[in-house]
C-alpha cells in the first residue's frame, strides 16, 4: 500500500459506570499509511443509546476528508451496546468499513438480553444479527477480528495488516482510542 493512502479510525471513551443516557466521546482519528496522523475529530453517543451510527456518520461527515479510502472501528457496540450499523455507515459514506476488534467472544447476544428487554433489546438484536460475520486475522502475531462492509475479506485484511505497523492494533484505531480517552479525561475534569 503506498504511504499516502489514509484511513479514518474512530473509537470511543466514557469513564464510569455504565450510566445510561450519558454522553461518550467519539474520535475519528486520519492516518496515512506511512503513520502519519493528519487530522483528528470529536463527536459523542449516549452510553446505552441508539445513536452511535449516526453520531459516526456526522463524525466522518464533519470531518470531510474526501482524501480517507477506508474507515476502521474499533468497535461494533460501543457506549455500552450503542451498536453500530456498519451497512449503514458504509451506505452513507460510501468508502469501506471496517470493524477491527481484540478479544475472543461468543457474541454479544447474551448481554443484550440481561442489559434490555422489549423494544430496545428487539432493536438492538436486528442491527447485531444484520452484521457480516467476524472472523479471526492473525496480525503481527496477535490475532483480531474483522468484520467488512464494501470490500472483500482479502482486501480488508490487506488494509488491518498495511495499517498495524506492530503488534494487533491498526494505527488509526490506535490513535483514535489515545484522543478520544484524552478528550473524555478533559471533559470530566469540569464535571
Given at each position: 500500500m503506498k504511504d499516502g493512502?489514509?484511513?479514518?479510525?474512530?473509537?470511543?471513551s466514557y469513564r464510569g459506570d455504565?450510566?445510561?443516557g450519558r454522553?461518550?466521546?467519539l474520535a475519528g482519528a486520519v492516518v496515512r499509511a506511512d503513520r502519519v496522523c493528519d487530522g483528528l475529530?470529536?463527536?459523542?453517543?449516549?452510553v446505552g443509546g441508539a445513536d452511535g451510527t449516526d453520531a459516526v456518520i456526522d463524525l466522518i461527515d464533519g470531518l470531510d476528508r474526501p482524501d480517507a479510502r477506508y474507515v476502521l472501528l474499533g468497535a461494533v457496540a460501543p457506549a455500552w451496546y450503542n451498536l453500530l450499523a456498519l451497512s449503514r455507515i458504509q451506505a452513507a459514506i460510501e468508502w469501506p468499513v471496517?470493524?477491527?476488534t481484540f478479544e475472543a467472544s461468543d457474541g454479544l447476544e447474551a448481554g443484550l438480553r440481561d442489559a434490555f428487554s422489549g423494544p430496545e433489546l428487539e432493536a438492538r438484536l436486528a442491527t447485531y444479527r444484520a452484521l457480516p460475520d467476524r472472523r479471526e486475522l492473525s496480525?503481527?502475531?496477535e490475532t483480531v477480528y474483522v468484520r467488512q462492509v464494501g470490500l472483500e475479506p482479502a482486501e480488508a485484511?490487506?488494509?488491518?495488516?498495511?495499517f498495524t505497523p506492530v503488534g494487533g492494533r491498526?494505527?488509526?484505531i490506535r490513535v483514535a482510542k489515545m484522543a478520544a480517552r484524552a478528550a473524555d479525561s478533559y471533559a470530566r475534569s469540569f464535571e
Open positions: 493512502v489514509r484511513a479514518l479510525g474512530v473509537a470511543e455504565a450510566d445510561r454522553q461518550s466521546t475529530a470529536y463527536g459523542s453517543c449516549r471496517i470493524a477491527v496480525v503481527d502475531g485484511d490487506d488494509v488491518v495488516r498495511a491498526p494505527e488509526p
